[in-house]
Each structure stands twice: as C-alpha cells, then as structure tokens.
C-alpha cells in the first residue's frame, strides 16, 4: 500500500478572477473522493477548510454514513467515508500526518496548469516506491492559489483530454489522478 494522504483543501483556492478565497464545501466531493481514496489505499483523505460552518456540515454529513441511516443503507459508503479526517489547514494537515509518520509528508499539489517544474505520473509513482509519506493535494473552486503552489515539493502534470477544454470537476480529476498513480 502507498503511503500517501489526500488534502481536497478549500481555501487558499482562486476564484475564476485569480482572487484568492474561501471556497465551500460540497457533498459530492466528499463522497466520491472519499469512495476512490478507499479504492486505492489512500492512509486518509482529510478535507481542509477554515469555517466553522462547513466543518459542522462535513461531520454531520460523515456522520449520517458512518452512525446514521445511512451507515445501514450503504455499508461501503461508510467504509469510504471513515477515511475522512475534517481539519483546519494544511499546515494542521502536515502536522497530523507528522504525528503519524514521525517525519513531515513531501508535498505534491495538482493544477489544470502545466508548470515548468511539473513532474509526470511515473515519476511520482517512483516516489511512492519509496516508502515515505506524500500529501496530495487537490483544491476546490478555480484551484490552488499560487502561492501553495510555490510551496509545495512538487507540482503534478495535469489531467488533459483530447480536446482543448480542460475544466475537470475536482472529484472526476482526484479519480483520475488516483487511478493512473495508485491502479493496476
């Protein structure tokens, strides 16, 4: 198993404007990233958002899948949803993670941009041979502002199709990610 952590971090991420903001929290996204980082082995998938309010929502909506009606309707759903750790920051990310790993995780962010320092698939997958721990991070609304970019380890290479749009939901690209990182 990989020894890898997902973040889906809700702030700081850019609005369409380049501004950078808090972006709230959807129910989707928790579901399905939640459904592929079970999948694939993922240690944890951790969503990271400052407001209190959304926090509230992300544990009431675990909460209804893991202790609820819904823990009885859909049992894997709740397999997959145990995996959610709901928490602050990144910084308060890397310190959990710390906690667990007695080392701080390299840290890998991904971008619908290419940069000149972007790393490929394989290169990551080498990576993770080694046995250290990795955050992978994904960001929500027009994704990650730059300056978490600037310090992140490494930057992913994007998800691109074949036509010129590349405008990917965060949980259709976190599956896909996973997938070409993590499948067989």
């Known amino acids: 198993m990989p020894n ?12 369409k404007s380049g501004n950078i903001i808090i972006s709230a929290v959807t129910n989707l996204d928790l579901h399905d990233i939640s459904r592929a980082a079970k ?3 993922v240690k944890s998938f951790y969503v990271a ?3 209190k309010d959304q926090k509230v929502l992300v544990k009431r909506i675990v909460r209804h899948w893991i202790d609820g ?11 997959a949803l145990e995996t959610i750790k709901v928490i602050d920051s990144i910084a308060d990310v890397v310190e959990d993670i710390r ?9 890998v962010v991904t971008s619908a941009h290419r940069y000149p ?4 698939y ?6 993770l041979q080694t046995g250290l721990p990795y955050l992978l991070v994904f960001g929500t609304a ?13 930057v992913l290479e994007p998800v691109c199709g074949a036509a010129d749009y590349n405008h990917l939901s965060v949980r259709t690209a976190a599956g896909i990610i996973m997938d070409r990182l993590l499948g067989i």
């Open 122 to 127: 394989d290169k990551f997958r080498a990576l």
């Open 49 to 51: 958002t400052p407001l």
């Open 99 to 107: 906690q667990i790993e007695n080392t701080d995780p390299k840290i």
């Open 39 to 41: 999948t694939y082995g």
């Open 142 to 154: 027009w994704g990650l502002a730059e300056s978490l970019i600037g310090e992140a380890d490494y």
């Open 117 to 120: 320092s972007s790393i490929g």
């Open 4 to 15: 890898l952590y997902v973040v889906l971090t809700h702030y700081p991420v850019v609005n």
């Open 69 to 79: 009606a819904g823990a009885g309707y859909n049992p894997a759903r709740r397999l």
